[in-house]
């Protein structure tokens, strides 16, 4: 079986071609923005329309702009263009499946929410860019003439992370991590490893096709802060001592927002300027997703209103703020 893996040098697209490049069997070709040293990879725009001298069975399609900083353009472009643009490739190769990994995020309201599953409602209204292009480009996958199927990934961790784990550890090691306080109720979490969301594509793309969309996590939910201690422990990095409460984080992260969105400032010159003082960019603001037996997934016992917010937040005269981080397959 020959696949086509788009976004070949990103977290999810290269983990699974390092996993499954020597499977007898499969033939992988990836491609990507990016320059990388890969076997069987090739360096595109998927931005633009392309072509390759490659027939698939099966396209993987991973690529996407899951970074916590971007315009709206650039959201569009690389997740609904580079989708449209994929789309149109597999109709002029013989219509090979499309597996499209989107993203829980769709699903993502301002408000409680409890057991998702493959059927809860999603839109009209989306947490943030990142949600709303991920799901535009579900419905042009769905617009496909050929065989599809969506997976939708939850929070996605492991080896090759750059947004998850890394941002939380650097920040701790740094000494500015809080620990969060003022929910009423442990926040749970059901993530999803890598090598698990690897190992379910070789089904995605070779089973017969049951339902249009799957819902990806590790089955297992867990205290999102009491998983983070723990690893901080085996890690050998100390524990925060610093408190920060929910409302305090939230208020600096959505004024900070609402600044460079006035500014229009890039995300680069956030990025840098919240460098330069003591600045915390990390992922805990709570949130979680957990599933119980019969549901797909479960979607958290508090969560705020800025879900997934694209948002900085910065220690400013001793608060400390965070960075809401869009947490993605890609």
């Known amino acids: 079986m020959k696949i086509l893996v788009t976004g070949a040098s990103g977290f999810v697209g290269g983990a699974f071609m390092r996993r499954f490049s020597s499977r007898p069997g499969l033939t992988?070709?990836?491609?990507?923005?990016?320059?990388?040293?890969?076997?069987?990879?090739?360096?595109?725009?998927?931005?633009?329309?392309?072509?390759?001298?490659?027939?698939?069975?099966?396209?993987?399609h991973a690529a996407a702009r899951a970074s916590p900083w971007g315009t709206r353009r650039q959201y569009h472009e690389q997740n609904v263009v580079a989708t449209r643009n994929v789309v149109d490739f597999c109709e002029k190769k013989g219509k090979p499946r499309?597996?499209?990994?989107?993203?829980?995020?769709?699903?993502?309201r301002e408000e409680h929410q409890f057991d998702l599953t493959e059927t809860s409602p999603?839109?009209?209204?989306?947490?943030?860019?990142?949600?709303?292009?991920?799901?535009r480009g579900e419905t042009v996958v769905q617009s496909y003439?050929?065989?599809?199927?969506?997976?939708?990934?939850?929070?996605?961790?492991?080896?090759?992370?750059?947004v998850l784990f890394p941002r939380v550890l650097a920040?701790?090691?740094?000494?500015v991590l809080p620990l969060f306080v003022g929910q009423t109720q442990p926040v749970m979490g059901d993530l999803i490893y890598i090598d698990?969301?690897?190992?379910?594509?070789?089904?995605?793309?070779?089973?017969?096709?049951?339902?249009?969309?799957?819902?990806?996590?590790n089955g297992r939910p867990v205290e999102i802060q009491r998983l983070l201690l723990d690893v901080l422990d085996r890690l050998g990095?100390?524990?925060?001592?610093?408190?920060?409460?929910?409302?305090?984080?939230?208020?600096?992260?959505?004024?900070?927002?609402?600044?460079?969105?006035?500014?229009?400032?890039?995300?680069?010159?956030?990025?840098?300027?919240?460098?330069?003082?003591?600045?915390?960019?990390?992922?805990?603001?709570?949130?979680?997703?957990?599933?119980?037996?019969?549901?797909?997934?479960?979607?958290?016992?508090?969560?705020?209103?800025?879900?997934?917010?694209?948002?900085a937040s910065a220690v400013v005269d001793g608060y400390c703020g965070t960075e809401s981080v869009v947490m993605s397959s890609a």
């Open 196 to 217: 698990t969301l690897c190992d379910y594509l070789p089904d995605a793309a070779q089973r017969a096709q049951v339902a249009e969309s799957y819902n990806l996590t």
């Open 171 to 175: 920040a701790a090691r740094k000494g």
């Open 145 to 162: 003439r050929g065989e599809s199927l969506i997976l939708r990934p939850r929070a996605v961790f492991g080896p090759g992370d750059t």
């Open 28 to 60: 992988l070709h990836g491609i990507a923005r990016r320059a990388v040293d890969l076997p069987n990879y090739q360096r595109i725009d998927l931005t633009r329309p392309f072509d390759l001298p490659f027939e698939p069975d099966v396209v993987i």
């Open 237 to 311: 990095v100390p524990r925060p001592k610093r408190q920060l409460s929910i409302a305090s984080a939230l208020r600096v992260a959505t004024v900070l927002e609402w600044l460079y969105r006035l500014l229009r400032l890039s995300w680069r010159t956030a990025d840098n300027a919240l460098r330069n003082r003591r600045r915390l960019f990390e992922d805990l603001r709570p949130q979680s997703h957990a599933s119980r037996p019969g549901s797909t997934e479960r979607k958290p016992r508090r969560w705020d209103r800025t879900v997934h917010r694209l948002a």
């Open 122 to 135: 999603i839109g009209p209204r989306f947490v943030n860019e990142y949600a709303a292009t991920k799901y």
């Open 98 to 108: 499309l597996v499209y990994i989107s993203s829980t995020a769709v699903f993502y």
